[in-house]
T-cell receptor, first 113, second 113 residues
Framework: GDSVTQMEGPVTLSEEAFLTINCTYT??????LFWYVQYPGEGLQLLLK?????DKGSNKGFEATYRKETTSFHLEKGSVQVSDSAVYFC????????????FGQGTTLQVKP | EAGVTQFPSHSVIEKGQTVTLRCDPI?????LYWYRRVMGKEIKFLLH????????ESGMPNNRFLAERTGGTYSTLKVQPAELEDSGVYFC???????????FGQGTRLTVV
């Protein structure tokens, strides 16, 4: 079935380190891909998205490129900050209904000063 | 503008009891979604309302769960009777149309003891 797999956490980094959180997917058709973030005590927020192959989503210094050949959508940031500490979820939607999402397990990121 | 609001933020109930979760979507959003995250696993889709109609309830786990959206405004999710495996975080999301961004609430953490 359709699914999303993320690297297991927690991921602990020092401030200004480079971040990669791996995400791969299995889907029929041509999904849209998303990264959501949940900061402590808050709801899920859309971080970035890509709707077709080779698209790059970017926001707040984070980037992810839709790679159809490797079915991946890895999240990267060049220099993390303490304020980036959160849980990150990779997700896909299979149709034009972008509210119906299939999520990965989530990856907890902790950034230490 | 108020975001998606969920009540209560936390609920602890005994096995066999009934609990009702409430979600107030963003005003004017016809689409409302319920999701659940159990024990740090992936967030799973439960169901989708368009106004007061259930568009897709393929993710509802069993008949102990009942979702309603009378009048097409707020929605409730009732669990009756609650079981231990129902513990988790229940998220609600809303969107203006099917293919626009879905905004999530903070979630309700349900603990069944």
């Amino acid at each position: 079935g359709d699914s999303v797999t993320q690297m297991e956490g927690p991921v602990t980094l020092s401030e200004e380190a480079f971040l990669t959180i791996n995400c791969t997917y299995t889907a029929t058709g041509y999904p849209s891909l998303f990264w959501y973030v949940q900061y402590p005590g808050e709801g899920l927020q859309l971080l970035l998205k890509a709707t077709k192959a080779d698209d790059k989503g970017s926001n707040k210094g984070f980037e992810a490129t839709y790679r159809k050949e490797t079915t991946s959508f890895h999240l990267e940031k060049g220099s993390v900050q303490v304020s980036d500490s959160a849980v990150y979820f990779c997700a896909l939607s299979l149709s034009s209904n972008t509210g119906k999402l299939i999520f990965g397990q989530g990856t907890t990121l902790q950034v230490k000063p | 503008e108020a975001g998606v609001t969920q009540f209560p933020s936390h609920s602890v109930i005994e096995k066999g009891q009934t609990v009702t979760l409430r979600c107030d979507p963003i005003s004017g959003h016809d689409n409302l979604y319920w999701y659940r995250r159990v024990m740090g696993k992936e967030i799973k889709f439960l169901l989708h309302f368009v106004k007061e109609s259930k568009q897709d309830e393929s993710g509802m786990p069993n008949n102990r769960f009942l979702a309603e959206r009378t009048g097409g405004t707020y929605s409730t999710l009732k669990v009756q009777p609650a079981e231990l495996e129902d513990s988790g975080v229940y998220f609600c999301a809303s969107s203006q149309t099917r293919n626009t961004e879905a905004f999530f609430g903070q979630g309700t953490r349900l603990t069944v003891v």
